[in-house]
């Protein structure tokens, strides 16, 4: 059988037409999952519950057939397992235990101790190897440590991370502390699925744009160079995405400094532009603007044709700049999809 399109690209084949998925294409725009989100009680008891995580993987599967299903869980599970409290509130997002002092982060789990809290994602990942079509790869994934550190600063999603801000310059020893230790978790986390069967992994740095300079240098590029060489040592051959969101100029050279296969860009960078510039060393992921699932018509068409055209010479997985909103239509996305493919 011929190995799967998303698998090809990442080894840098250059397809006519190139894989598709979609970030957060498991969501609450698709009326199945807020179905099974609605069985589950809360997104928590989803995430942990590894027949109803399976099954909304799966369900954008079915009704798209994308190239790639990423297993249904969140970057915050990893704080969650290291001892941080997490809970969601509806409508508005993740709430945390913050961690501003020494005690705060005295309470943390040793990185090697999360295992037994996510054993529920890697069942979901065992049963997604069972269930999904023999063409679909399977990705894990996992927030990039500066990203989730934010979260653990605040307590919550913040405009500008100013609190994880704060804790760098008030008190650089502690904040690189917390930095390490999800580093460590992230690996020992990403292995694990990589175990339990996940083809590829991703690493999400949602808030790599707020780190300027040498920030961005020493807690995105870093840490993800880390977690990618170990990953590397103990799985050679398992493809890693790093997604440094925002990352403007500092996407070029990213995949070449971390080690990732394939850099994931977001929209508010231009096609042609990174074609040029990050595409050279290698896959890229990205980057139609997420609205177009909103407003349809000739305007994503004319997008769609444009972002394949852009990435044409070389290898590239189609897929959105950020997350699909929960007010996308469906038939948007069937319509990118069958523009892609012709
Ligand atoms: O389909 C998929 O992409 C897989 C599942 C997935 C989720 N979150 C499910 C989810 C993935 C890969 C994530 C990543 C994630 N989670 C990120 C990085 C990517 C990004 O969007 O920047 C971040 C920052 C989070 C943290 C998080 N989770 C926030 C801030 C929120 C609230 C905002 C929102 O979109 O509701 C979540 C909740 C969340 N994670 C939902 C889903 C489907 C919605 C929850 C619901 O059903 O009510």
Same mark, same amino acid.
């Given at each position: 059988?011929? &190995?799967?399109?998303?698998?090809?690209?990442?080894? $840098?084949?250059?397809?006519?037409? %190139?894989?598709?998925w979609?970030?957060?294409?498991?969501?609450?725009?698709?009326? /199945?999952?807020?179905?099974?989100?609605?069985?589950?009680?809360?997104?928590?008891?989803?995430?942990?519950?590894?027949?109803?995580?399976?099954?909304?993987?799966?369900?954008?599967?079915?009704?798209?057939?994308?190239?790639a299903?990423?297993?249904?869980?969140?970057?915050?599970?990893?704080?969650?397992?290291?001892?941080?409290?997490?809970?969601?509130?509806?409508?508005?997002?993740?709430?945390?235990?913050?961690?501003?002092?020494?005690a705060?982060?005295? !309470?943390?789990?040793?990185?090697?101790? @999360?295992?037994?809290?996510?054993? %529920?994602?890697? *069942?979901?990942? +065992?049963?997604?190897?069972? /269930?999904?079509?023999? *063409?679909?790869?399977? @990705?894990?994934?996992?927030?990039?440590?500066?990203?989730?550190?934010?979260?653990?600063?605040?307590?919550? $999603?913040?405009?500008d991370?100013? %609190?994880?801000?704060?804790?760098?310059?008030?008190?650089?020893?502690?904040?690189?502390?917390?930095?390490?230790?999800?580093?460590?978790?992230?690996?020992?986390?990403?292995?694990?699925?990589?175990?339990? $069967?996940? &083809?590829?992994?991703?690493?999400?740095?949602?808030?790599?744009?707020?780190?300027?300079?040498?920030?961005?240098?020493?807690?995105?590029?870093?840490?993800?160079?880390?977690?990618?060489?170990?990953? +590397?040592?103990?799985?050679?051959? !398992?493809?890693?995405?790093?997604?440094?969101? &925002?990352?403007?100029?500092?996407?070029?050279?990213?995949?070449?400094?971390?080690?990732?296969?394939?850099?994931?860009i977001?929209n508010?960078?231009?096609?042609?532009?990174?074609?040029q510039?990050?595409?050279?060393?290698?896959?890229?992921?990205?980057?139609?603007?997420?609205?177009?699932?909103?407003?349809? $018509?000739?305007?994503?068409?004319?997008?769609?044709?444009?972002i +394949?055209?852009?990435?044409?010479?070389? %290898?590239?997985?189609?897929?959105?700049?950020?997350?699909?909103?929960?007010?996308?239509?469906?038939?948007?996305?069937?319509?990118?999809?069958?523009?892609?493919?012709?």
């Open positions: 059988m011929a &190995e799967k399109k998303l698998m090809r690209a990442l080894a $840098g084949e250059t397809m006519a037409t %190139p894989p598709a979609m970030m957060r294409q498991a969501g609450r725009f698709l009326p /199945e999952y807020r179905a099974t989100r609605a069985q589950a009680g809360d997104f928590l008891s989803l995430c942990y519950t590894p027949d109803l995580a399976a099954e909304v993987t799966l369900q954008p599967i079915r009704r798209f057939g994308f190239d299903a990423i297993v249904f869980a969140d970057i915050l599970l990893v704080p969650d397992a290291l001892g941080a409290d997490l809970w969601f509130v509806t409508g508005e997002g993740p709430r945390l235990s913050t961690i501003t002092d020494q705060g982060f005295d !309470v943390l789990k040793p990185a090697d101790a @999360i295992h037994d809290h996510l054993a %529920p994602v890697y *069942e979901t990942i +065992k049963i997604l190897t069972r /269930e999904l079509p023999a *063409e679909t790869a399977l @990705i894990g994934f996992a927030g990039a440590p500066w990203t989730v550190a934010t979260y653990m600063i605040a307590g919550r $999603g913040t405009p991370q100013a %609190p994880a801000h704060a804790l760098k310059q008030g008190n650089r020893p502690l904040f690189e502390a917390l930095l390490d230790r999800i580093t460590e978790a992230t690996i020992e986390y990403l292995s694990a699925q990589i175990d339990a $069967g996940a &083809e590829v992994v991703k690493l999400f740095d949602s808030w790599a744009g707020s780190l300027k300079g040498d920030d961005f240098d020493k807690y995105a590029l870093e840490p993800t160079k880390r977690i990618i060489a170990a990953l +590397k040592a103990r799985h050679p051959g !398992v493809p890693v995405i790093a997604f440094p969101r &925002e990352a403007g100029e500092k996407y070029i050279g990213f995949a070449k400094a971390t080690g990732a296969d394939c850099v994931a977001d508010s960078v231009d096609a042609d532009w990174a074609a510039h990050v595409q050279v060393d290698g896959c890229v992921q990205g980057n139609m603007a997420p609205s177009h699932m909103v407003t349809g $018509g000739q305007a994503l068409v004319d997008e769609v044709l444009r +394949k055209a852009a990435f044409s010479g070389g %290898p590239h997985i189609f897929n959105l700049g950020h997350g699909i909103t929960p007010d996308a239509d469906p038939e948007n996305v069937t319509l990118m999809l069958e523009t892609l493919r012709g």
